[in-house]
């Protein structure tokens, strides 16, 4: 059974940093690329950032771009997402995903690549 857990969420300060982590298990995570997509209330889920199946290539929506960076650790079955400079428009929820197939690159923006997501965890920036 696949599942993906994210944690690290919470309330935190304009211009503060949080890092999110997204546990995994129940498929072969160095073969799948993953994502990080947010979810703001009121609006569409959108892509946020993906790594590549290897790790060789990441991608960025260009809102986060130069604030956010992802990255996997093979070993642990585990993505992260480290978030800095953050703004009220950050608020979200964050969920990650696997790319549908194997031996995927980063660039998938569309929720409907995505086939496994997590529960999400909430993050909140103040003004």
């Known amino acids: 059974q696949v599942q993906l857990r994210e944690s690290g969420g919470g309330l935190v300060q304009a211009g503060g940093s949080v890092r999110l982590s997204c546990v995994t298990s129940?498929?072969?995570?160095?073969?799948?690329?993953l994502g990080w997509l947010r979810q703001a209330p009121g609006k569409e889920r959108e892509f946020v950032a993906g790594?590549?199946?290897?790790?060789?290539?990441?991608a960025y929506d260009d809102s986060v771009k130069g604030r956010f960076a992802i990255s996997r650790d093979n070993a642990m079955n585990t993505i992260y997402l480290q978030m800095n400079s953050l703004k009220p428009e950050d608020t979200a929820i964050y969920y990650c995903?696997?790319?549908?197939?194997?031996?995927?690159?980063?660039?998938?923006?569309?929720?409907?690549?995505?086939?496994?997501w997590g529960q999400g965890t909430q993050v909140t920036v103040s003004s």
């Open positions: 129940g498929f072969t995570f160095r073969r799948y690329a």
């Open positions: 995903a696997t790319v549908r197939g194997p031996y995927s690159g980063a660039h998938y923006h569309d929720r409907s690549d995505y086939e496994y």
């Open positions: 790594i590549s199946w290897d790790g060789s290539s990441t």
